[in-house]
């Protein structure tokens, strides 16, 4: 039976991580391997990770990296540093390759419609779902919602099932509720979505997807392995963009992706990402929760 490596990276978000857990938990599939890639957390948020160990069903495996210095987490980017570690140990067993960031919330089906889609195409290929975003304090380029503060924990997040609206610049699309429902967090009657749309694309041209929207096969890997350069802080390939001069983060890893496949859409709900101020992973004062 096909199987899926989900790589979660995190540091120091307790009560987020602590609900990005939930929703893996709640996943409809168990066909899945969980990679728990802790970049040196504080002792509450490692509480949470043993405390949802001893009830878990899920495999995972826990990698607990070292309490590094401010400086030393500003000269790379760290989430992608963690992801290129989890790349170059995967077990081998797993065909599909997906990512969450621990102030994610994932759908129950955010896995298997995925995946579904995947192995159906077949080979090395590239699939993203539906994301919606909840913005709190950051200037991103979409999302007129905005609050001042940090992220709620304990918000569940309903899936949007009316009309869909493309914004004028045609980078993400406004789609409402048809039921009377509204937003929990926002109080509005339609949510934000992260840029997809129908059939085939290639990332970048000219929009892009986010990289909890996007699964793909780990064959897709070898492919690419040319474009990536030598010498990932942690040892092997640097698949990502860890350090500066090789591109930033997801943007360098699926751009290479976008050299070799297309991506294709998938029309399934994955992911409410929580955007909110102080959360790149690189900023010395950097504020979490």
Same mark, same amino acid.
């Given at each position: 039976m096909a199987k899926c490596a989900l790589i979660l990276t995190t540091y120091n978000r307790p009560k987020l991580l602590a609900d990005c857990l939930q929703s893996i938990e709640g996943q409809d599939t168990r066909v899945f391997c969980l990679y728990l890639m802790d970049d040196g957390s504080n002792q509450a948020a490692r509480d949470v990770i043993e405390r949802w160990r001893e009830q878990t069903t899920v495999e995972h495996h826990w990698w607990e990296g070292e309490d590094r210095p401010a400086a030393d987490r500003k000269r790379t980017i760290s989430y992608s540093r963690s992801i290129n570690h989890a790349l170059n140990h995967l077990l081998g067993a797993e065909e599909c390759v997906a990512y969450v960031c621990d102030d994610d919330y994932l759908y129950p089906e955010s896995i298997s419609g995925r995946m579904a889609a995947l192995l159906e195409l077949g080979g090395p290929r590239v699939v993203f779902g539906r994301s919606r975003s909840v913005q709190y304090g950051a200037g991103a380029a979409f999302n007129t919602w905005q609050a001042n503060e940090f992220p709620e924990s304990g918000v569940a997040f309903p899936r949007p099932r009316g009309r869909r609206v493309l914004h004028a610049e045609g980078a993400s699309a406004r789609t409402y509720f048809d039921d009377g429902t509204v937003d929990p967090q926002t109080g509005l009657d339609y949510v934000e979505e992260a840029f997809w749309q129908p /059939?085939?694309?290639?990332?970048?041209?000219?929009?892009? @997807?986010?990289?909890?929207?996007?699964?793909?096969?780990? @064959?897709? $890997?070898?492919?690419?392995?040319? $474009?990536?350069?030598? /010498?990932?802080? $942690? /040892?092997?390939?640097?698949?990502?963009g860890e350090d500066m001069r090789w591109g930033v983060g997801d943007k360098a890893f699926f751009t290479k992706l976008g050299h070799v496949f297309p991506f294709h859409a998938v029309d399934v709900w994955t992911v409410t990402k929580r955007y909110h101020l102080g959360s790149d992973g690189v900023q010395m004062g950097e504020r979490r929760e």
């Amino acid at each position: 039976m096909a199987k899926c490596a989900l790589i979660l990276t995190t540091y120091n978000r307790p009560k987020l991580l602590a609900d990005c857990l939930q929703s893996i938990e709640g996943q409809d599939t168990r066909v899945f391997c969980l990679y728990l890639m802790d970049d040196g957390s504080n002792q509450a948020a490692r509480d949470v990770i043993e405390r949802w160990r001893e009830q878990t069903t899920v495999e995972h495996h826990w990698w607990e990296g070292e309490d590094r210095p401010a400086a030393d987490r500003k000269r790379t980017i760290s989430y992608s540093r963690s992801i290129n570690h989890a790349l170059n140990h995967l077990l081998g067993a797993e065909e599909c390759v997906a990512y969450v960031c621990d102030d994610d919330y994932l759908y129950p089906e955010s896995i298997s419609g995925r995946m579904a889609a995947l192995l159906e195409l077949g080979g090395p290929r590239v699939v993203f779902g539906r994301s919606r975003s909840v913005q709190y304090g950051a200037g991103a380029a979409f999302n007129t919602w905005q609050a001042n503060e940090f992220p709620e924990s304990g918000v569940a997040f309903p899936r949007p099932r009316g009309r869909r609206v493309l914004h004028a610049e045609g980078a993400s699309a406004r789609t409402y509720f048809d039921d009377g429902t509204v937003d929990p967090q926002t109080g509005l009657d339609y949510v934000e979505e992260a840029f997809w749309q129908p /059939g085939e694309w290639w990332y970048g041209r000219p929009y892009s @997807t986010d990289h909890n929207q996007v699964m793909h096969h780990s @064959t897709a $890997l070898e492919a690419i392995k040319h $474009l990536c350069p030598q /010498g990932a802080d $942690l /040892g092997g390939i640097q698949y990502w963009g860890e350090d500066m001069r090789w591109g930033v983060g997801d943007k360098a890893f699926f751009t290479k992706l976008g050299h070799v496949f297309p991506f294709h859409a998938v029309d399934v709900w994955t992911v409410t990402k929580r955007y909110h101020l102080g959360s790149d992973g690189v900023q010395m004062g950097e504020r979490r929760e």
